[in-house]
């Protein structure tokens, strides 16, 4: 069975960091491609960033430059390292797989239940 | 402002059929795959529909279609369980990132 559980969430000072932390069972991260997608409170969805199986990363104009994703695949983890952050970065930050298929590769099959992250003075 | 556009709210009664949709652009939905995402009171966000493919264990109430550069996800024969925020989603090729609708909240009376 498929299973993503993050962890790390907290409340920060604005300005500070914090590494959210996704462990996945079920299946391999490094053959699949992982996400992070954030919901602001009240608010929708956004993609926040991605690592592929290749090991390429890509993030959303939003975060770009403050934030780091990478993987490790010794602990089948996933990890978000959230630098230099602000208020606006407050939201709760899910971990997703993406479709392996050709087709849907930029979709996702399954979700984590997310981890709250709270930037506040 | 999202870059799909979606209904802010629509309600339906239990056994009736609702149709969202997410209208788009020729660098989105009109070129790539739409996937429907439901989320229940805040919940995780759970994968309904992926193009016109229902994933394992979403019941066949659920069906999918697009045109052109609108994308619709129809619930037939609706049931209270129902109720959620439906999200769409895809690439978007001018903004090279994926990109999601603000969401629909489906009301079922």
């Known amino acids: 069975e498929v299973q993503l559980v993050e962890s790390g969430g907290g409340m920060i000072q604005p300005g500070g960091s914090l590494r959210l932390s996704c462990a996945a069972s079920g299946f391999t991260v490094s053959s699949n491609y992982m996400s992070w997608v954030r919901q602001a409170p009240e608010k929708g969805l956004e993609w926040v960033s991605v690592?592929?199986?290749?090991?390429?990363?890509y993030y959303s104009e939003s975060v770009k430059g403050r934030f780091t994703i990478s993987r490790d695949n010794s602990k089948n983890t996933v990890y978000l390292q959230m630098n230099s952050l602000r208020a606006e970065d407050t939201a709760v930050y899910y971990c997703?797989?993406?479709?392996?298929?050709?087709?849907?590769?930029?979709?996702?099959?399954?979700w984590g239940r997310g981890t709250l992250v709270t930037v506040s003075s | 402002q999202s870059a799909l556009t979606q209904e802010s709210s629509v309600s339906g009664t239990v056994g009736q059929t609702v149709t969202l949709s997410c209208t788009g652009n020729n660098n989105n939905i009109g070129t790539f795959t739409v996937g429907w995402y439901q989320q229940i009171s805040h919940g995780a966000p759970k994968t309904v529909m992926i193009g016109n493919s229902l994933p394992s264990g979403i019941p066949d109430r659920f069906s999918g279609s697009k045109s052109g550069t609108t994308a619709s996800l129809t619930i037939s024969g609706l049931q209270p369980e129902d109720e959620a925020d439906y999200y769409c989603?895809?690439?978007?090729?001018?903004?090279?990132?994926?990109?999601f609708g603000g969401g629909t909240k489906l009301t079922v009376l």
């Open positions: 690592i592929y199986s290749g090991g390429s990363t």
């Open positions: 997703a797989r993406g479709i392996s298929s050709s087709s849907a590769y930029h979709l996702f099959d399954f």
């Open positions: 989603s895809t690439w978007d090729y001018s903004l090279s990132a994926r990109v």
